[in-house]
């Protein structure tokens, strides 16, 4: 695809339910990342995947929170038992991957997470 | 790890005027430096990046300059328009592979 592609846009859900946003990465991009952002607020690392390395999960804020990446290329995150300070954009990005630090990421446009 | 911050946290400038945007990072050791720009809606964009070997960087009306020592950069953006209304980050590579973003600045630009 042109770009990074995230579904639903929006979500409402109760609290106490689980959910799962999913993030399609720009083709032949090897590394992807989560990114959570409050309202009005910066961006929170949540996750990070690289090719086929274990993930950096170190920014996960409970083991409510998870994510797998499959063939290497669409990724979903899951929420479970949502709490209502869940609410957020979750911002998914990828990039082509290296070992050198000075990677373009290039972002989706969000899920819109709203937890009642 | 990684203490990234922003100054200042909104920023309102009148068309045609400058904005400059400064960025302070902790760790020494970063190489690479890029500003992403984040209109109502949609994901941030990257507008610019800067390696650690140089000092400067322009592209049309946006340049961003680099203080390694002082371990600070700033995004400067001349002759502004209504269109660079937005919010921008700057983020600096942490442990591993992910970036720690600022806190953004806000930045409106009045007709």
């Known amino acids: 695809g042109a770009g990074v592609s995230q579904s639903p846009s929006n979500k409402v859900t109760e609290k106490g339910k689980d959910v799962e946003l999913r993030c399609d990465p720009i083709s032949g991009h090897t590394a992807l990342y989560w990114y959570r952002q409050s309202l009005g607020q910066g961006l929170e690392f949540l996750i990070y995947f690289q090719g086929n390395s274990a993930p950096d999960k170190s920014g996960l804020p409970s083991d409510r929170f998870s994510a797998e990446r499959t063939g290497g290329s669409v990724s979903t995150l899951t929420i479970q038992r949502t709490q209502q300070e869940d609410s957020a954009v979750y911002l998914c990005a990828s990039s082509l991957g290296g070992t050198v630090r000075r990677e373009k990421l290039f972002f989706g446009s969000g899920t819109q997470l709203s937890v009642l | 790890g990684e203490n990234v911050e922003q100054h200042p946290s909104t920023l309102s400038v009148q068309e045609g005027d400058s904005a400059v945007i400064k960025c302070t990072y902790s760790d020494s050791a970063s190489n690479y430096f890029p500003w992403y720009k984040q209109e109502l809606g949609k994901g941030p964009q990257l507008i610019i990046d800067?390696?650690?070997?140089?000092g400067e960087k322009k592209d049309q009306r946006i340049a961003v300059t680099l203080n390694k020592t002082a371990k600070h950069f700033s995004l400067h953006i001349t002759e502004t328009q209504p269109e660079d209304s937005a919010v921008y980050f700057c983020?600096?590579?942490?442990?591993?592979?992910?970036?720690?973003f600022g806190p953004g600045t806000r930045l409106s630009v009045l007709p």
């Open positions: 983020a600096v590579p942490s442990y591993g592979q992910n970036f720690v």
């Open positions: 800067i390696r650690s070997n140089v």
